[in-house]
C-alpha cells in the first residue's frame, strides 16, 4: 500500500527505463488503484506487471475484492497469492491461498504463491515442516508447472526488519521446498518452478542470497520502492 499515481508511474518508468536490458525477468506488483495505467505505461517494454492480490470468486457480492478476472482484465500478467502480511494480518488460511491460486489460474495468471514460517515456528525448529504444510495446502492438485507457478520464500520474521536468515539456512529451506515439490506429482516436473526468496533482500545482500542454489530470484518488498535499489538488485543477479 504505496504510492499514488505519478509517483507509482514514475517508479514503473524508471525501472523500465534502467532495466531494458536486464539479464533478468523484472515484475512489479503495483496496488490495483494504478494497476492500469502501469500495464499501459509498461506495454511495449520488458517489464510484467502482476496483481498483490485477489479473490478466489469470479464476481459476486465482494465489496472491495478484486477478482483474478479483474487483474488480468486490467492488463496483469502475474498475481501475488498468500503474503505473509496477509497470511498473517489478515487471517488467510492455506485452504484460501489454494483457493485464490486456483482462480489465478484459470484466468491465466501466474501464481506466485508466498509461503514461510514465524519467528516462533523456526524457534520451535519447525521451519521445515510448515513450509511442507503450507506447500501441500496452498498449491493445487492441476494446473501447477513452471509456466503457471511461483513459489517464492518468505520467512516471516524476516521481512521489513533488516534480518535475513544465514545463506546456509536459505538453501536449506530452498532445497527442502525443490524436494519436497519433486516427490509430489509434479516430480521432474518441479525442477522448472522458480523459487524465489523474499525476505529483506537488499543491493547489499541481494548476490549471495541470489548466488544460493535453487534461489532463482527475490520477491522485492522496501527495496522495490526505489528504482535504484531494485536494479541493482537486478544488476545482481547476472553476477
Not at 133 to 148: A, E, F, I, N, Y
Request: overall charge negative; proline content about 3%; glycine content about 12%.
Amino acid at each position: 500500500m504505496n504510492m499514488l499515481a505519478a509517483d507509482g508511474l514514475a517508479l514503473a518508468a524508471a525501472i523500465a527505463e534502467g532495466g531494458g536490458n536486464s539479464a533478468c525477468d523484472l515484475l512489479v506488483c503495483p496496488p490495483s488503484t494504478i494497476l492500469r495505467p502501469v500495464t499501459e505505461a509498461l506495454s511495449g517494454s520488458s517489464v510484467a506487471v502482476g496483481g498483490q492480490d485477489c479473490h478466489e470468486a469470479e464476481n459476486g457480492a465482494y465489496t472491495g475484492d478484486l477478482s483474478a478476472v479483474m487483474v488480468r482484465d486490467a492488463g496483469a500478467s502475474h498475481v501475488i497469492l498468500g503474503h505473509s502480511e496477509r497470511r498473517h494480518g489478515l487471517g488467510e488460511s492455506d485452504a484460501r491461498v489454494r483457493a485464490k491460486t486456483e482462480a489465478a489460474l484459470a484466468a491465466g495468471l501466474v501464481a506466485i504463491v508466498c509461503i514461510g514460517e514465524t519467528e516462533a515456528e523456526r524457534d520451535a525448529g519447525q521451519t521445515l515442516d510448515v513450509l511442507s504444510r503450507q506447500l501441500d495446502g496452498s498449491l493445487p492438485d492441476v494446473g501447477v508447472d513452471g509456466s503457471t507457478t511461483v513459489i517464492a520464500y518468505e520467512p516471516v520474521w524476516a521481512i521489513g526488519t533488516g534480518r535475513t536468515p544465514t545463506l546456509d539456512e536459505v538453501a536449506a529451506a530452498h532445497a527442502h521446498m525443490r524436494s519436497h515439490l519433486g516427490a509430489g506429482a509434479l516430480g521432474a516436473a518441479a525442477l522448472d518452478i522458480r523459487l524465489l526468496y523474499g525476505g529483506s533482500m537488499k543491493p547489499d545482500n541481494a548476490a549471495d542470497l541470489l548466488s544460493v542454489a535453487d534461489v532463482d530470484g527475490g520477491l522485492i518488498g522496501g527495496a522495490s520502492l526505489a528504482a535504484d535499489s531494485f536494479l541493482a538488485i537486478a544488476a545482481a543477479s547476472a553476477a
